[in-house]
């Protein structure tokens, strides 16, 4: 797992009231970022070519010199781009961790082998080789009224569907097939919606975390509060180790407090009796309704800082 150490340690130090204040600070760096990560991952872009088309201009060359000129730099460009930028595992995470997630691992497509028929990798893309898995977390003031939560949900999902959707570009850019894995969204089957992978399988297989007994996975630093995205590639990545230790500590305390005795059994997840609690509609509008199972987990914000 690669995360972001430094915003972690700031994340330690600072007080509720300042997380908002936070994330609004990433959101600034992630525009530098995307700045640099643009330069140095896909250098054959169009300020690129704007800049060589400019200095040749100032060469006062002929427009046909000119034209044969900037053809065959971005030809020249291109191959060696290829070849410079060839991806690894580092630098697929550290695209992640630019575009603004928090934690980014690499997942096995090979390893999904216990995943239903329709839902492992190569059902999207077949020929799916690593499933990289981005995080970023629930801020910790949204995570005191149901109102505060919905806002702050809407906004997550968007963020982290559009970390996933910048990485499916940037690795395309690179001439590999990628496929951005919506957070949220999915298929329709028999009146209950499905995700083209389970993300929080997909995030242990990449050592993000484990999944506990609330179902929801659990990551050391980030506890129950990590939202998920994934990008499928055919991009040959080095995997992540698995974390090998449970993080759930068994207190039982979301299976008791679960309002719809949706975890009742360890085995089987009620997926209809905890739709009917965790989702109201309001004024038209659907609002949460329950994340007790996430927000009053003991771990809901990490091994470090119990709650
Ligand atoms: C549909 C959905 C729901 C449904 C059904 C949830 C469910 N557990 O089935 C409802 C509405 C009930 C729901 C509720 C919630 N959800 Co929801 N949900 C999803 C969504 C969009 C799709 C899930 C899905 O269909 N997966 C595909 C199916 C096939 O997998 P599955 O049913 O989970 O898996 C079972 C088997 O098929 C098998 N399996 C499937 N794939 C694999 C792979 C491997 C390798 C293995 C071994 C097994 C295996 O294992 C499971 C055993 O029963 C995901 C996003 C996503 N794409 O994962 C978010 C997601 C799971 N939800 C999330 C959250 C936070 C919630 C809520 C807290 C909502 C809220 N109030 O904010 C609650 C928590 C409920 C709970 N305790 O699990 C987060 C979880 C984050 C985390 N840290 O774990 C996700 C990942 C969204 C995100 N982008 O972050 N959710
Ligand atoms: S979201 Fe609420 S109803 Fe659903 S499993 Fe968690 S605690 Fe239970
Ligand atoms: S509340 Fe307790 S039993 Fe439930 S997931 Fe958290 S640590 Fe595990």
Same mark, same amino acid.
């Given at each position: 797992?690669?995360? $972001?150490?430094?915003?972690?340690? @700031? ?5 509720? *009231? ?30 690129? @070519? ?7 201009? $100032?060469?006062?060359?002929?427009? @046909? ?10 030809? $020249? ?39 239903? !028929?329709? +839902? ?23 995570? !005191? ?22 990485? !499916? ?6 001439? +590999? ?16 919606? +499905? ?26 630093? +980030? ?44 085995? *089987?997840?009620?997926?209809? !009796? ?5 989702? @109201?509609?309001?004024?038209?509008? *659907? ?21």
């Amino acid at each position: 797992m690669t995360d $972001k150490t430094d915003k972690m340690n @700031k994340t330690d130090k600072t007080d509720k *009231m300042n997380t908002t204040d936070k994330m609004n600070k990433t959101d600034k760096t992630d525009k530098t970022n995307k700045t640099d990560k643009t330069d140095k991952a896909n250098k054959t872009d169009k300020t690129d @070519k704007a800049n060589k088309t400019d200095k040749t201009d $100032k060469a006062n060359k002929t427009d @046909k010199t000119n034209k044969t000129d900037k053809a065959n730099k971005t030809d $020249k460009t291109n191959k060696t781009d290829k070849a410079e930028n060839a991806l690894n595992s580092e630098i697929v995470k550290e695209l992640g961790l630019k575009a603004g997630a928090w934690v980014a691992g690499i997942a096995a497509s090979k390893d999904f082998d216990l995943a239903p !028929e329709g +839902y492992k990798p190569t059902d999207t893309l077949p020929e799916c080789l690593s499933v990289i898995v981005f995080g970023i977390p629930v801020p910790k003031d949204a995570l !005191e009224t149901t109102e505060e939560y919905t806002n702050s949900r809407k906004k997550m999902i968007e963020k982290i569907n559009d970390i996933s959707k910048d990485v !499916e570009k940037q690795i395309r850019a690179n001439g +590999y097939r990628a496929q951005a894995i919506n957070g949220f969204g999915g298929k329709w089957v028999n009146g209950r919606q +499905y995700g083209l992978i389970s993300l929080k399988h997909a995030a242990e297989l990449a050592g993000l975390g484990v999944i506990g007994r609330n179902k929801l996975l659990i990551n050391p630093k +980030y506890g129950t509060l990590l939202w998920l995205g994934a990008v499928l590639t055919n991009a040959d990545l080095i995997p992540d180790n698995r974390i090998q230790d449970s993080i759930c500590n068994n207190c039982n305390k979301c299976v008791e407090l679960c309002p719809s005795n949706a975890l009742e059994n360890p085995e *089987m997840f009620k997926t209809k !009796e905890c739709s009917r609690w965790a989702f @109201k509609q309001v004024s038209g509008k *659907m609002v949460v309704n329950c994340f007790l199972c996430r927000n009053r987990c003991s771990l809901r914000i990490g091994l470090d800082r119990k709650v």
